[in-house]
């Protein structure tokens, strides 16, 4: 065990196929699992050695130490090693249950049913909620939910590396929104507000949306953010105002006395003396006065805004 | 509809609308109403000609005139766009300078009034139990004063009273809404502009321009009034209360709504003005008060 420090810097296998990060991803995760063979096995073994040390002799207590220990420490060095799988099993965990789910009842279906019997529940299953718009529209926006989570963790896992382990940020729970989706997330640590702030375009392509928004979702909490992703613009249609409803529309209307109609008014009615502009021109001397002010920021218009 | 004057006795009841009331301006992307308290807050709307910064003045000016502490001072260079008001208003003022520096003048007198007699009950704001209006500045095209008609000195003028205004007259019940297309240092100076706690960046044609009127670096973050499309006159990135801009879409009252309100709004108005209920703060004595 002593070996494995100087072997670490060179502990990945010379594998020309792997990129840099999931080299270091892997050996992380052989390294975690070490550790956490040796940390289980030691604990353990010498929790089980005192404990049994007040029954036996104490060398016998060491030898049981190391009996329940070891295996334990083996047991947790497996589930670290396989937790990539783990993790992969739990993101896809909604998808093989619901397909699990459907199979199933496929089937059972199948089996206890007579062929046109079969036909008919599935059409009415599916459908039902296909033909009514309002599950229609409900369905296909949870289904977006599920696809705007793995989009998500495409993006952090491709393109927004946070940190040397490779941990991603926690993708938590989506819900559907009129504008598209919104979902939850906790970052790990190398990540923050403000550098994905800076990828949002990126985020919003990866995502099959418009426009991606992120804001904090807790003011304690700096890690807790929120993602707006937007794919539809539902502001088109004309708001009415609840001022409308509460006049009375029997008002009479107010006696204004007639204004006088102004005339020319086209351009041949208006002649060309008596154009008087409202605005008086400055003085040339006060423009010559202020010109030495006004021209060194006239240039930089956009960046002088700001002074 | 018949034409009649307004009857100077037996008003009909108003809605009880105050205008320390939430005002309804629109609603957001989901759906939900939006709204903003004007009492205590001042609104500038930026964006490109024809963005919908008008409906918005329009929305808060159907509000203010129904509302029942409430009296309304209108500027508008336009004429037309705040016009139909006139009659619910204290004050109209046209594409005239030296009016609308006359009225400012007004303003700035009742705000030192109200503040002497504020201090006088030793309190520090206007609340609604007093019983004082709140008096809504509207300015549609606050370039046209402050850049466009009248002498150099009397544009300055204008942009002091205005900041003025906008400075303290929050906690004396005088906010101040205004509009312009694009309120750049050259419009509107910097340490006005930023003044306004309200912003609502209506279509803008660079984020720049977004940036000048939410606040600079929302383009950055995202929040930008470019993506807002050219035909959907209305929408617009609102801030406030929150602190993050929201996408909203503007309530629009048509010309014939807004004719009605404002006939509505005249007709439930007592006849100005009030030296029965309200005591007229213009001429108070500062010395007396203090
Ligand atoms: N909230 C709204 N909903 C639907 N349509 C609107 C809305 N607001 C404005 N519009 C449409 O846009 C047109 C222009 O709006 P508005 O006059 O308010 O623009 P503006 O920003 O004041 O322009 P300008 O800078 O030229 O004064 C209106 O005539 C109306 O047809
Ligand atoms: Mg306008």
Redesign the pocket.
């Known amino acids: 065990m002593s070996k494995s420090s100087p072997r670490r810097p060179f502990g990945g296998k010379s594998n020309g196929t792997i990129t840099v990060i999931e080299a270091k991803v892997h050996r992380s995760s052989a390294r975690n699992a070490r550790l956490a063979f040796i940390l289980t096995a030691v604990i353990v073994g010498l929790l089980a050695a005192v404990v049994a040390a007040s029954y036996m002799h104490p060398i016998l207590a060491l030898f049981l130490g190391a009996l329940i220990g070891v295996p334990l420490g083996g047991l947790v060095w497996v589930l670290v090693r396989i937790w990539p799988v783990l993790r992969l099993l739990w993101w896809w965990t909604p998808e093989i249950g619901v397909t699990t789910f459907l199979g199933t009842g496929w089937v059972q279906l199948a089996n206890h049913t007579p062929m046109p019997v079969t036909f008919a529940v599935v059409a009415l299953v599916v459908g039902v909620p296909a033909a009514v718009p309002v599950t229609r529209r409900v369905l296909v926006a949870w289904t977006w939910c599920f696809v705007v989570r793995h989009r998500l963790r495409v993006c952090f896992a491709q393109f927004i590396i946070a940190n040397q382990s490779g941990s991603l940020p926690l993708i938590l729970w989506a819900r559907p929104t009129p504008v598209g989706e919104r979902v939850w997330v906790y970052l790990r640590p190398g990540l923050s507000l403000a550098d994905l702030e800076g990828r949002l375009d990126r985020i919003a392509v990866a995502c099959h949306a418009s426009t991606a928004l992120i804001e904090r979702a807790s003011d304690g909490n700096a890690a807790y953010l929120r993602f707006d992703i937007k794919r539809r613009e539902v502001l088109t249609a004309?708001?009415g105002s609840p001022l409308v409803d509460v006049i009375d529309p029997a008002t009479p209307a107010t006696d204004r006395p007639t204004p006088a109609v102004p005339t020319a008014l086209d351009l041949p009615d208006v002649d060309i003396p008596t154009v008087t502009l409202p605005a008086q021109k400055k003085p040339p001397a006060t423009a010559n006065g202020s010109k030495p002010a006004a021209s060194s920021s006239t240039p930089e218009d956009d960046i002088s805004d700001w002074i | 509809m018949t034409t009649a004057t307004a009857p100077t006795a037996g008003v009909p009841v108003g809605p009880g609308l105050s205008m320390f009331d939430p005002i309804f301006v629109?609603i957001d992307e989901f759906g939900h109403p939006v709204y903003i308290t004007l009492a205590y807050r001042n609104l500038l709307a930026g964006?490109?000609?024809?963005?919908?910064?008008?409906?918005?003045?329009?929305c808060i000016a159907a509000h203010a005139a129904l509302s029942v502490d409430s009296r309304l001072v209108l500027l508008d260079g336009?004429l037309v766009?705040l016009g139909q008001w006139e009659d619910c208003a204290d004050a109209f003022i046209g594409p005239d300078i030296t009016e609308a520096l006359a009225v400012l003048k007004r303003l700035q007198l009742v705000m030192n009034n109200r503040y002497a007699w504020l201090r006088a009950h030793g309190r520090r704001k206007l609340t609604a139990a007093d019983g004082l209006s709140v008096i809504t500045v509207l300015v549609?095209?606050i370039a046209f004063y402050s850049a466009t008609v009248g002498t150099k000195q009397e544009q300055e003028e204008f942009v002091a009273l205005l900041r003025d205004l906008v400075a303290r007259g929050r906690a004396a019940g005088i906010p101040v809404v205004a509009?312009t297309?694009r309120p750049s240092f050259d419009i509107i100076p910097t340490s006005l502009r930023d003044l306004f706690g309200y912003r609502a960046a209506?279509r803008c044609t660079t984020p720049n321009s977004s940036n000048i009127v939410l606040g600079h670096g929302w383009a950055e973050q995202g929040y930008t009034a470019t993506d807002i499309a050219p035909s959907n006159?209305?929408?617009a990135y609102l801030i406030a209360e929150g602190g993050i801009p929201r996408r909203i879409?503007?309530?629009?009252l048509t010309d014939g709504q807004i004719a009605g309100i404002a006939d509505y709004a005249a007709w439930i108005r007592r006849p100005r003005p009030l030296p029965a209920l309200v005591p007229d703060l213009t001429r108070l004595d500062l010395g007396a008060a203090a």
């Open positions: 004309q708001v | 629109g964006g490109e000609p024809g963005g919908g910064k008008s409906g918005l003045l329009n336009k766009e549609d095209e509009a297309q209506f006159q209305g929408a879409k503007v309530a629009y």
